[in-house]
């Protein structure tokens, strides 16, 4: 996805949310809270999307989509701050990340657990490009109901293409083992430029090259 999406105005919401808040509800440890402290200049609950403010039927456990602004104050944020915001928060949330003038959405899949409903499962997050604030922005995808909706978002942001029949959490799984094995070519590679003996580049070089067919035969 390259480009920001216009939320509909009835769905606006703008209250501040306290950082302490978010510490009371999730358990915070003192090395999270000095996150929030380094990272995060202000959170926003900009929007809430539900039946009462787009007109949309919730549908199982997506009764409200949250939209999230948090404004950095040094252009990069842990996924641990978020996990503890999700924490707090019963209900799927995308966020909206904000730093000199360029914005980037991030959310994972979040679903009530099927063994216990007051429990939320969050998956592995997953992220845009940093894209220009200033750019033209779309309107929220057409759909039929807030769960349609929820995975229309999602799948904006999940940086694989769903295929055919595939569900969220087949989509999402594969999106996690493509990040899984990425990060461990990325290792490789690193191995792969100190080596210097030609019999151990030789090894690194194959183990390299089945990462990275595993890597095509995900994306594909």
Known sequence: MNFPYKFPDNAYFGKLVSKNKIYEHSSTSSALKKLFIRDVEKITWSYKLSPE????????DVQEIQVFTIELKTGSLKYEVLQAIDRSIPSPI?????????????????RQS???KSKWVV???FETDWMSASIKSVSIPVVLDLKTLYYSLLK??????SRQNE???????RAENLGIL??????????LESEKQFNRKVEINAELRKLKKDIKKIKG
């Open 123 to 125: 998956s592995s997050y």
């Open 94 to 110: 995308l966020y909206i990340l904000k730093y000199d003038n360029q914005v980037r959405y991030v959310a994972a899949y979040k």
């Open 156 to 161: 904006g942001i999940i940086p694989l293409s």
């Open 182 to 191: 990425e990060r461990e070519a990325a290792k490789v590679e690193a191995r």
């Open 114 to 116: 099927e063994a216990d």
């Open 53 to 60: 403010t787009i007109n949309l039927p919730a549908k199982d």
């Open 167 to 173: 569900t969220i959490s087949e989509l999402v799984s």
